[in-house]
């Protein structure tokens, strides 16, 4: 009865090569978000979906695609990995209110080669 | 949204109270106060948050100074798994954006 889960847990590609990263959550939130968390430990927000529409774009490259099929799925999709791509993809969820806690999936170990 | 100020490592015996204090110096009156963690190798967790009014959940109490400017984060009797990176921040409900410093590593130690 996982809440938040994100698959795959770890990614190992080359350079170049397109690859996709799946969120789904069971909570009933009506929000869902892809934060990224760097070598050096921040963590920082990319994007956040309000019922599948877009609310939040940080100023992430185009190579970035998140998508969400519906309310509780978000997939991010990246295209021509680069080093610098390497990171920690957290997923994480929320309800929309005053008061949203967000909720963290287990994250995605990105490693590019 | 206002920025927070946090000691960037704390260690606490455990067994004993764990006191995270946090500065927010800057915080707008419809801001709340938020309290989340990371365990090594985990998605960051939730763990309080308020307003103006002293907290308590089955995790841990904030205590929030009357003039809001700062907060203090107590785990009461902290445990080694309680040692995380703990996150301090402050946020409208205007948007649903997080933004994380770079936290207090709590090391609890046996």
């Known amino acids: 009865d996982t809440a938040v889960s994100q698959t795959p847990k770890y990614l190992v590609t080359q350079m170049g090569n397109d690859k996709s990263i799946k969120c789904e959550q069971n909570?009933?939130?009506?929000?869902m978000y892809w934060y990224k968390q760097d070598s050096k430990k921040f963590l920082k927000i990319m994007f956040s979906y309000n019922n599948k529409e877009l609310i939040i774009n940080e100023t992430v490259p185009n190579r970035f695609s998140p998508k969400s099929p519906d309310k509780a799925h978000l997939n991010l999709h990246i295209n021509s990995l680069e080093l610098g791509d390497s990171a920690v993809y957290f997923c994480?969820?929320?309800?929309?209110?005053?008061?949203?806690?967000?909720?963290f999936g287990p994250g995605t170990r990105l490693t590019v080669l | 949204d206002a920025k927070t100020t946090q000691p960037p490592s704390m260690d606490c015996a455990e067994g004993r109270a764990a006191n995270l204090p946090c500065n927010h110096s800057t915080i707008s009156g419809n801001e709340y106060v938020y309290w989340y963690r990371q365990i090594h190798s985990q998605g960051p967790q939730y763990i309080i948050h308020g307003l103006k009014n002293n907290e308590t959940n089955e995790m841990a109490s904030l205590i929030i100074t009357e003039d809001r400017k700062s907060s203090t984060l107590i785990l009461p009797h902290a445990t080694l798994r309680d040692t995380a990176v703990y996150y301090c921040?402050?946020?409208?409900?205007?948007?649903?954006?997080?933004?994380f410093g770079t936290g207090t590593l709590l090391a609890v130690q046996p």
């Open positions: 921040i402050v946020k409208s409900g205007a948007t649903n954006k997080l933004i």
């Open positions: 994480a969820s929320s309800l929309s209110g005053r008061v949203d806690t967000q909720y």
């Open positions: 909570l009933g939130h009506d929000t």
